[in-house]
């Protein structure tokens, strides 16, 4: 007859506990990150899901919503006017943006514990899909000696810049905006640590592009164009699954 088998406590607790080793040293699962990037003179925020694909690959989809600033765009506050605020000289339309993108993840180097720091390398591209909206400014109006504001649809050859008192608020002229559908691309480096296991801060940067079939009338006349190129830094909180 067989003998009773015998496990020493040690052993079963390594057993029990040997998935999560393997997990911890072995390659990542799933992973679902939110980030905060900046770029050029603009932002963004958005979430990014990872899940592995071959090897030290893993897919990459990013949604991310932000704006895109026309590099000429400089703020200008006309500071004769009692009040007033920044606004852009000659500025008829802002660009609020929607990035759908997919990608690959290649792990450069794995977080081992809480003291080692993991390295990726990515490439995605997708949509970029720029909502034209107009811009309106605060247009100073004299009244029987009452002076006050009103939002208006900004014009440059119609409003003088001695009675703007600066740009109105965002919801104005929301409803009144155009889409333009575009492509995006970035590449870059990203480096993650963290005190746990399945939790992770990460830096990257890189470069991206924004381009478009026509320029984005972005100022009145003069310097629109459709390819916006920029280096990149996002700041991302996230954990695997």
């Not at 004769?80 to 792990?107: E, T």
């Not at 109006?141 to 608020?169: C, E, K, M, V």
């Amino acid at each position: 007859m067989f003998k009773a088998l015998k496990i020493s406590p040690k052993l079963l607790l390594l057993l029990l506990t040997l998935p999560s080793i393997i997990r911890l040293y072995g390659q990542e699962d799933r992973s679902l990150s939110f980030h905060v990037s900046g770029y050029g003179k603009g932002m963004g925020i958005g979430v990014n899901s990872t899940r592995p694909s071959s090897g030290e690959t893993s897919l990459m989809y990013t949604a991310e919503i932000g704006n895109l600033r026309h590099p000429k765009e400089i703020d200008i506050i006309f500071s004769l006017i009692p009040n007033s605020s920044a606004f852009v000289f000659g500025q008829v339309h802002r660009a609020d943006l929607l990035r759908l993108l997919a990608g690959k993840q290649f792990s450069l180097s794995e977080r081992r514990d809480r003291k080692s720091v993991g390295l990726k390398a990515n490439l995605q591209g997708g949509l970029s899909m720029a909502y034209l909206a107009p811009v309106y400014v605060d247009l100073l109006y004299i009244d029987n000696a009452a002076a006050y504001y009103r939002p208006t649809r900004y014009n440059p050859l119609l409003h003088q810049q001695a009675r703007i008192g600066g740009r109105s608020g965002f919801t104005y002229g929301l409803g009144e905006g155009t889409p333009r559908p575009g492509l995006h691309i970035r590449t870059g480096l990203e480096a993650r640590w963290g005190n746990y296991q399945n939790d992770f801060k990460s830096l990257g940067c890189g470069v991206m592009i924004d381009i478009f079939p026509k320029d984005l009338p972005i100022f009145y006349a003069g310097d629109n164009q459709a390819l916006f190129s920029s280096f990149y830094l996002t700041f991302a909180l996230g954990s695997n699954r």
